[in-house]
């Protein structure tokens, strides 16, 4: 079976993601298990919920943070294309900027937590997600040449996401765009690597956490 972003998630015990914010001491750690078991909720709540299906188009507007993760796997796990731009499901931070039909807020509180009313207007993913199923059945599971991002004007499938170098090893990120995010998380799980994802550091901070995590600093700058 050709491989395809919906399946390159392997619920291994190691971690996959982890995630400081230097400014509010947050780390959250995201091994196999616990993303698949974010991304099958994930796809659950799109499918069942807010009747989304392959090919639908997600705007995910969050930055860099562990969040970011699950909804890209969860996106991708039905087959859906995530943009910038003529979405059918719009997911927001806590700024609550989205103008599309079907609209979702995170708020970005320590431990995924929820905002302290639901938004007029917007689903709380802090309440819809945990409460959907933990196992997703996938009836119509993408194809490798199905579209996977659509951002900046440039589309790239599953496939050609699955194409890049792999990443073996730990690594270091500070915040990036979203296409960034989107192939580094990719080539780790492509590769059985690791990132960690430190938001609000200073360059001390990021010695200091590679040095407590064992990962490489990466010293790329987006």
């Given at each position: 079976?050709?491989?395809?972003?919906?399946?390159?998630?392997?619920?291994?015990?190691?971690?996959?993601?982890?995630?400081?914010?230097?400014?509010?001491?947050?780390?959250?750690?995201?091994?196999?298990v616990t993303l698949a078991n974010w991304v099958a909720k994930v796809a659950n709540l799109?499918?069942?919920?807010?009747?989304?299906?392959?090919?639908?188009?997600?705007?995910?507007?969050?930055?860099?943070?562990?969040?970011?993760?699950?909804?890209?796997?969860?996106?991708?796990?039905?087959?859906?294309?995530?943009?910038?731009?003529?979405?059918?499901?719009?997911?927001?931070?806590?700024?609550?900027?989205?103008?599309?039909?079907?609209?979702?807020?995170?708020?970005?509180?320590?431990?995924?937590?929820?905002?302290?009313?639901?938004?007029?207007?917007?689903?709380?993913?802090a309440i819809h997600v945990p409460s959907s199923p933990d196992v997703f059945v996938d009836?119509?599971?993408?194809?490798?040449?199905?579209?996977?991002?659509?951002?900046?004007?440039?589309?790239?499938?599953?496939?050609?996401?699955?194409?890049?170098?792999?990443?073996?090893?730990?690594?270091?990120?500070?915040?990036?765009?979203?296409?960034?995010?989107?192939?580094?998380?990719?080539?780790?799980?492509?590769?059985?690597?690791?990132?960690?994802?430190?938001?609000?550091?200073?360059?001390?901070?990021?010695?200091?956490?590679?040095?407590?995590?064992?990962?490489?600093?990466?010293?790329?700058?987006?």
């Amino acid at each position: 079976m050709t491989p395809t972003l919906a399946t390159v998630l392997t619920p291994t015990p190691t971690p996959v993601v982890t995630y400081y914010d230097v400014s509010t001491g947050e780390r959250v750690e995201l091994s196999g298990v616990t993303l698949a078991n974010w991304v099958a909720k994930v796809a659950n709540l799109l499918v069942d919920e807010l009747d989304a299906e392959r090919g639908t188009r997600i705007r995910i507007g969050l930055p860099s943070h562990w969040l970011r993760t699950v909804w890209l796997l969860g996106a991708w796990r039905i087959g859906a294309v995530v943009t910038d731009h003529d979405a059918q499901i719009g997911l927001s931070g806590p700024e609550l900027e989205a103008d599309e039909p079907v609209r979702l807020a995170a708020s970005l509180r320590p431990l995924g937590g929820r905002f302290p009313t639901e938004p007029a207007g917007f689903l709380d993913t802090a309440i819809h997600v945990p409460s959907s199923p933990d196992v997703f059945v996938d009836l119509d599971p993408p194809t490798p040449d199905d579209v996977a991002l659509d951002l900046d004007g440039r589309t790239t499938t599953h496939a050609g996401l699955l194409a890049a170098a792999p990443l073996t090893d730990r690594v270091v990120r500070e915040p990036q765009s979203l296409a960034h995010d989107a192939a580094d998380l990719v080539a780790a799980l492509a590769g059985g690597g690791s990132l960690v994802i430190v938001a609000g550091a200073e360059p001390a901070d990021l010695d200091r956490i590679a040095q407590q995590e064992h990962a490489r600093l990466d010293d790329r700058r987006r």
